[in-house]
Antibody, heavy 123, light 113 residues
Framework: EVQLIESGGALVMPGGSLRLSCAAS????????MSWVRQAPGKGLEWVVR??????????DYAAPVKGRFTISRDDSKNILYLQLNSLKTEDTAVYYC??????????????WGQGTLVTVSS | DIVMTQSPDSLAVSLGERATINCKSS????????????LAWYQQKPGQPPKLLIY???TRESGVPDRFSGSGSGTDFTLTISSLQAEDVAVYYC?????????FGQGTKLEIK
């Protein structure tokens, strides 16, 4: 069974930093493309960033609102995905979901999701 | 960026009746070399993460009931629930994966009339 378990969400002040983690199990993590998708309270879904597998060169793509502030990384030896959030703004307040991208089907869709971790940016 | 626009924003349908949700992309998401539309649909129930329902515009994910169907091509797409069940109350999102940034529609809230 695929499991994605996010952690690290917290209340942080504007300008602060946070590191989110996503522990993956039930599939070959090293082969998976992974993404973070966020959802502000009461709002819709917003894709944040993707990291491809190392066999696909580990290419990283960021959404414009987070480029230069957020950094995605992966530890394939530990099956963990990370998201470093720096220079946080109030508009970054959201539930952050870890997702697989095209893990079980040949399409770059978000086919497995974690339960999410809440990041609140407020003074 | 490709802008995805859903209609309506909310919808109330009687149990057993048909529900139809539309999604329009600001540019075509049809990839001719693959002969596929790079369009997916998700269902999100309160307090839960989204769940993939349909990809390639019309292919149901494994385990999704066949009352859910997707159609459309190019820039105009539809999600249809043929006979609404109580457990289908949720917010539904379309998603284009034709190019990054991935983008979603704003969501359509489906309720029971």
């Amino acid at each position: 069974e695929v499991q994605l378990i996010e952690s690290g969400g917290a209340l942080v002040m504007p300008g602060g930093s946070l590191r989110l983690s996503c522990a993956a199990s039930g599939f070959t993590f090293s082969n998976a493309w992974m993404s973070w998708v966020r959802q502000a309270p009461g709002k819709g879904l917003e894709w944040v960033v993707r990291i491809k597998s190392k066999t696909d060169n580990g290419t990283i793509d960021y959404a414009a609102p987070v480029k230069g502030r957020f950094t995605i990384s992966r530890d394939d030896s530990k099956n963990i995905l990370y998201l470093q959030l720096n220079s946080l703004k109030t508009e970054d307040t959201a539930v952050y979901y870890c997702t697989t991208e095209g893990r079980s089907i040949p399409a770059a869709v978000f086919d497995s999701w974690g339960q999410g971790t809440l990041v609140t940016v407020s003074s | 960026d490709i802008v995805m626009t859903q209609s309506p924003d909310s919808l109330a349908v009687s149990l057993g009746e048909r529900a139809t949700i539309n999604c329009k992309s600001s540019q075509s998401v049809f990839y001719s070399s693959h002969n596929q539309n790079y369009l997916a649909w998700y269902q999100q129930k309160p307090g839960q993460p989204p769940k993939l329902l349909i990809y390639w515009a019309s292919t149901r994910e494994s385990g999704v009931p066949d009352r859910f169907s997707g159609s459309g091509s190019g820039t105009d797409f539809t999600l249809t629930i043929s006979s609404l069940q109580a457990e289908d109350v949720a917010v539904y999102y379309c998603h284009q994966y034709y190019t990054t940034p991935h983008t979603f529609g704003q969501g359509t809230k489906l309720e029971i009339k």
